[in-house]
Every structure is written in structure tokens, then in C-alpha cells.
């Protein structure tokens, strides 16, 4: 029954769809540690408050309100660079990337001696987390099947609760200046698993005229072996030949075709951002 399943071309577990499955758990660990950095304000607040206090200084309400509304802030910027410099740097540069900023968080969270070290932290951590919003949607429809491209994108927030939900656990059983070490085990293993077994997509490449190296990628993505009959390579051929169609009508798009979508992502992100999650993760242990 196994062996029937893994057979399954929608099974993720399929030779085809092996190394997509193994790409897509890797750079999740930086959205599980994107949600422990969401997680940990909430029981941290509380600890910081107390007489009991494991910092050599204290925040005030106007404080606390800038450090629980930096990772929003620094998400916008986030969002706005890495729509400037994916399509420059590719996935592959993008993905790397995130893992800096939000590194960054971690160090100045055991280094914090005020509030400033606080709130750069977790301006820096959105910086990722919005750079990460971008990228990882957007490199898993490129490298994935059609048929499990549902499955591998919803393991991004899937990943994200995953690591709310550890970071209260953690902050509220680990000392303060422990979590950061621990914490830092993911972009750490994010980074070098990125390194060394990711890929850029098929799709950058052939945009940038690299054809063989875009072939020699969509091979290892789809797992198709060098002696493998070329009828298999089909898909890449008619994804070729798109993708360079797509190219020479790129100087008929004008920026009033692009006015409709912009409006409804504004208004969506505004929508998100003001609702509930951010700020229910951030103050739960208040309310």
C-alpha cells in the first residue's frame, strides 16, 4: 500500500518529487524561526516587566509599542526591496539573504542594553520575514509540479504557526538569554542547507540566457537522470520556449495593466496587517 502510494505522481514522496520535497523543507526552517521571533515578544513583555527582570533596563508603554510594531514596519520594507532585487539577485541570492537580518535579531536580543537594540532587532527580523513573503512563494512555484504546488505553498504558514507556537513554548520555559542560542541553530541551518542543496530555479535562469545551466537545474528539481529519455524533457523545452515568447512582449506592459492588481494586494495587506494575528501574537500574554 505504501509502494502504491509513493507512486502517486501527487504523492510528495514520488521519485519526481523528491527533491522539490526536500527544497521545500529547507527553506521553511527560516519560517519556523520567523515565527518564534513572532511568538517570543508576547511572554518576553512580561518577563522584561517584572521585578525579576533579566535586562539592565526597563520599558516603558511608548517603547513596548514601537518593538511590538517593528517587525510590521520593517515586513513593508522587506516587501519593497526584495520586489526590486528578486528578479536581479534570483531565488537562490534571495533565499540566502533573509537569513542575515534575521540572524541579526537574535544577537541583539542577548546583546540588549535598551530599548533601541529591541526594536532594530525586530525592525530587522521583518525586513526578513517580508523578504521571505516574496521569495518563497514565488521560488516554489517555479522549481514545483503543478499537481503538489498547492501542498509546498501552504507549508510556508503551516511552518510559520509551527514556530509561533514554539516560541511561546520556549520563552516561557528557557531563560532569556538562552533562547538566542537556540534559536539560532535554524537561520544557521537555513543558511547552509540553502548553500549547498539548493538550486537556482530553472526559470531565472533561461531569463538570463542561461540555458544549460537552467536545463542541468530543472533535472534536479524533477529528479531526471542524464541517460533519461528526452521525451522527459519535454516540459522544460515548452517552458523554455514560453518564457522567451513572454520576454519579447515585455515592452507592450505598461504600468496602467499592472493598476488593478496593485489596488487589491494594497488593500489586502493592509487588511492583514491591521487584523487581528499581529497583534494577538505580539500582546497575548497582556490580553
Not at 55 to 78: K, N, T
Not at 80 to 108: D, E, K, N, V
Not at 125 to 138: D, E, L, T
Not at 155 to 170: E, P, R
Amino acid at each position: 500500500m505504501f509502494a502504491k502510494l509513493l507512486q502517486s505522481p501527487n504523492c510528495v514522496l514520488h521519485r519526481r518529487n523528491r527533491y522539490q520535497f526536500l527544497s521545500t523543507l529547507f527553506i521553511n526552517l527560516i519560517c519556523i524561526a520567523h515565527g518564534i521571533g513572532v511568538g517570543w515578544l508576547s511572554p518576553t513583555l512580561r518577563k522584561i516587566q517584572s521585578v525579576d527582570s533579566p535586562l539592565d533596563f526597563s520599558l516603558s508603554i511608548s517603547e513596548i509599542s514601537w518593538v511590538g510594531s517593528a517587525l510590521g514596519l520593517g515586513a513593508v520594507v522587506g516587501n519593497i526591496l526584495m520586489g526590486l532585487l528578486h528578479s536581479r539577485l534570483g531565488s537562490r541570492l534571495s533565499l540566502l539573504f533573509i537569513a542575515f537580518p534575521h540572524s541579526c535579531l537574535w544577537i541583539l536580543v542577548y546583546f540588549a542594553k535598551s530599548a533601541e537594540y529591541l526594536f532594530i532587532g525586530r525592525f530587522l527580523a521583518g525586513i526578513s520575514s517580508g523578504s521571505m513573503y516574496i521569495v518563497h512563494p514565488i521560488f516554489l512555484s517555479e522549481i514545483s509540479d503543478a499537481k503538489i504546488r498547492g501542498t509546498f505553498g501552504s507549508m510556508v504558514m503551516l511552518s510559520v504557526n509551527v514556530g509561533v507556537l514554539l516560541g511561546y513554548i520556549l520563552t516561557t520555559h528557557l531563560a532569556y538569554h538562552i533562547i538566542p542560542f537556540v534559536v539560532l541553530l535554524l537561520p544557521i541551518s537555513y543558511f547552509i542547507s540553502n548553500l549547498f542543496f539548493i538550486r537556482e530555479s530553472p526559470m531565472h535562469l533561461i531569463r538570463k540566457g542561461k540555458y544549460s545551466e537552467a536545463e542541468q537545474s530543472f533535472r534536479y528539481y524533477k529528479n531526471i537522470r542524464e541517460d533519461s529519455q528526452m521525451s522527459e524533457m519535454y516540459e522544460f523545452e515548452a517552458m523554455k520556449e514560453a518564457l522567451t515568447q513572454s520576454d519579447k512582449n515585455l515592452d507592450r506592459v505598461t504600468i496602467k495593466d499592472f493598476h488593478p492588481s496593485l489596488i487589491q494586494f494594497s488593500s489586502n495587506s493592509t487588511c492583514h496587517q491591521s487584523l487581528w494575528f499581529s497583534h494577538c501574537a505580539s500582546y497575548c500574554e497582556s490580553i
